[in-house]
């Protein structure tokens, strides 16, 4: 299949940024872990290590929360390793854009099915009480932070002005530091990363209203069909009508 250019992949990439918020809002309301925010989980787990050698009061204790970190951790790592079979197929490549997002729609599937047969709640009352305690929930929070890790990796190698579609972090500092940032006019590098902001916290809130209607497997299934809707999705990328007719012009 055909490769599809960075410029051409807005639509997808934004629904990329979309489910970030989406996933994110279940995990965190959960577990209050990000399924995709590694820099928080890395830092939790460095203070559940340097609990160790509190002065007088070692904290052997390996909590809940600092379990749930490492599982998305790692978990996150493997699907952007999974990213990486994407270089074989071709980075750009329709069939592995539809391939890659298809896994994680099914990395969506496996959690919500993993969540439903834990029989744990969707809302945790607070930090120190998760909701999800059971074997079966921390599988479920391993294969949403998985599809993340993959979305991260394919969005990274389209190499879009929406960086991973996951660290809003870099697309603020990038967005503050755009020397067009107060053109009036329409400024691609300014205007894309609004767009990516605006949808991955419409993603939260649709995700948090969807939770609390149905519960959080009824979200996944419901992120699952969101997914499959963007890898077919990536099958019709085309060249957009106006540089179509500019390129027959020249």
């Known amino acids: 299949m055909s490769s599809v250019k960075a410029e051409w992949a807005s639509a997808p990439l934004i629904a990329y940024c979309f489910m970030t918020g989406y996933i994110d809002a279940i995990g965190f309301t959960a577990v209050f872990v990000w399924p995709g925010f590694q820099t928080g989980n890395s830092v939790q787990l460095a203070l559940a290590i340097a609990r160790l050698f509190q002065p007088g009061q070692t904290d052997f204790s390996f909590r809940p929360p600092d379990r749930a970190a490492l599982v998305s951790l790692l978990t996150f790592i ?42 744990n709640a ?22 949403m932070s998985a599809s993340l890790g993959l979305q991260g990796i394919i969005g990274k190698r389209v190499n879009g002005q929406f960086a991973t579609t996951i660290v809003l972090t870099t697309i603020w500092c990038e967005l503050m530091a755009d020397p067009k940032l107060f053109n009036k006019s329409w400024v691609i590098t300014r205007d894309h990363k609004i767009v990516a902001i605006i949808c991955l916290f419409l993603g939260g809130f649709i995700g948090r209203a ?31 009508k106006a540089q179509a007719k500019t390129a027959e012009k020249n």
Do not use: N
Not at 102 to 119: D, E, K, P, R
Not at 122 to 141: I, Q
């Open 122 to 143: 969707s809302v945790a009352s607070d930090r120190g009480d998760p909701a999800w305690t059971a074997p079966l929930a921390y599988v479920a929070l391993g294969f």
């Open 78 to 119: 493997f699907g952007a390793f999974l990213g990486r079979i994407g270089d074989r197929m071709g980075p750009k490549t329709r069939a592995w854009l539809f391939l890659g997002t298809m896994i994680q729609a099914l990395f969506t599937m496996a959690a919500a099915v993993c969540i439903w047969q834990s029989g």
């Open 210 to 240: 969807i939770l609390d209607s149905i519960g959080s497997a009824g979200a996944l299934g419901v992120g699952t069909g969101f997914r499959v809707v963007i890898a077919v999705w990536w099958l019709f990328v085309g060249e957009p």
